[in-house]
């Protein structure tokens, strides 16, 4: 020390600095701790940088993007989770090798033809019309509460419910048809009516037409069973619990 007070350089020219060495070198335990956490520190900041560096380019938008499609995967996973399922329908059986009437008629199967599920042009025979309720509608028919009942009945049943128009009288055009069919099987909210489309008249003719060969003027509900027999006609028929014993049959549960 120089008598300024400033300390003196030794023979390389650097300052004088008071380095003091414990005698124990446990008094450096606290250094040495301090000294890991701090290169541990380091490293973690070192591993999250690397990963946040490819997003950081983006922005918040990689967040976002990650968070939507993290909602989306879990509300799909509710929903096919805790989504209703469509009932499964009884398995078609084969038709019954010797119906006890003609076709068209109660105890014989339905008459040969096709109808088209609107609004595709796709065919389907009517003898894949079971088990269940084909209802033949006229224009102007009043009758969606009827509709409504037959829905629900055919639905708690395993059964199905087809709706077709009776064209015969009507001046509407088949689109025009097919729309009020639509409407009449959307307010049905207990169950699922479906629509066809019967162009030629085929299935009105044989069960909506009176003895003395007029339309009829309410709803004909044509029950067929799994079997494809037709074991019950009825025109105009009543909502209540005969539906479902109709309908019952149809599916075997009756018997």
């Known amino acids: 020390m120089r008598p ?4 003196e350089h030794d023979d390389y020219g650097l300052p004088h600095v008071d380095v003091v060495v414990p ?6 335990d606290r250094d040495v701790i301090a000294y890991h956490r701090e290169r541990r520190r380091l490293r973690r900041r070192a591993r999250i940088d690397r990963l946040v560096r490819p997003f950081a380019r983006f922005g918040v938008a990689i967040p976002i993007i990650t968070g939507a499609l993290l909602i989306a995967l879990v509300s799909g996973v509710l929903m096919t ?4 399922r469509p009932e499964p329908r009884p398995t078609r059986a ?3 090798p010797h119906p006890s009437a003609p076709v068209g008629r109660k105890g014989g199967f339905l008459p040969d033809g096709v109808v088209t599920v609107p609004p595709s042009s796709k065919t389907k025979p009517l003898s894949d019309l079971r088990p269940g309720v084909v209802a033949v509608v006229p224009p102007k028919c009043s009758c969606a509460a009827l509709v409504a009942d037959l829905a629900k009945r055919t639905r708690e049943l395993n059964a199905g419910l087809w709706l077709v128009a009776d064209r015969r009288g009507s001046t509407a055009s088949p689109t025009e048809t097919i729309k009020s069919l639509r409407a009449l ?3 049905a909210h207990d169950g699922d009516p479906i629509v066809l489309d019967d162009a030629k008249g085929v299935l009105a003719g044989h069960y909506a037409t009176s003895p003395d060969g007029r339309p009829a003027t309410g709803l004909t509900a044509v029950f067929v069973g799994n079997d494809g027999v037709v074991s019950e006609i009825r025109t105009s028929p009543q909502p209540g619990p005969e539906l479902s014993t109709l309908i019952a049959a149809t599916t075997g549960q009756g018997t």
């Open 185 to 187: 099987a959307g307010s």
């Open 81 to 84: 989770s805790l989504g209703t």
């Open 23 to 28: 005698d124990d070198a446990r008094d450096l």
């Open 94 to 96: 084969a038709l019954a």
């Open 4 to 7: 300024d007070g400033d300390p």
